[in-house]
């Protein structure tokens, strides 16, 4: 039987995340800066505010990046004709889905027009009639290459779904 296999791959997750780590590294070049600039002067107002800024950004992309490496690191999701299967190559635990008997498939993206560094983060879920999900992050996966599989005919598209949010995140739990 015919089989497509996906994994986690070192370069789509640099491409996605680069933007989050220059946040990050402008974030803490800058703290080395003010705080060399403000002690002799003992003003400590731009070093707060600087802090607060770059903070109500970098603590959320912190949060996305690593709820999204933990669940995509060491998994594979394979594509058949007839079903959808989502393994860990560490506890070989899988989850597996029939083609047909997906009822829902979602697609959770970052807002149109949005300028945060997580903005080419998405993931997106398949869900069956028995209530399994799987969850495919774009450290795995786009949605585009979903629908782009040769594979995945059987999976209708009239139950897709997209959600816009400023923060494209799951639970640990799903």
Known sequence: MKEQVFRTTKRRIVNQTFLIWL????HVSLNIWFISTTINDKKILPLVLGNLFFGIVSVP?????????KSSINKKFIVTYNSLKLEDEKTLKAIEIKNDEVVEIKLVTNSRGS???WNFMEYFSLTDK???KIIVTSFIMEISEFWLST??????NKKFKREETIYPIFKSSE
């Open 23 to 26: 946040w990050i590294l402008t």
């Open 61 to 69: 992309a912190i949060i996305i990046f690593r709820r999204y490496y």
């Open 115 to 117: 300028r945060f560094p």
């Open 130 to 132: 028995k209530g399994n």
């Open 151 to 156: 594979l995945t005919r059987k999976v209708s």
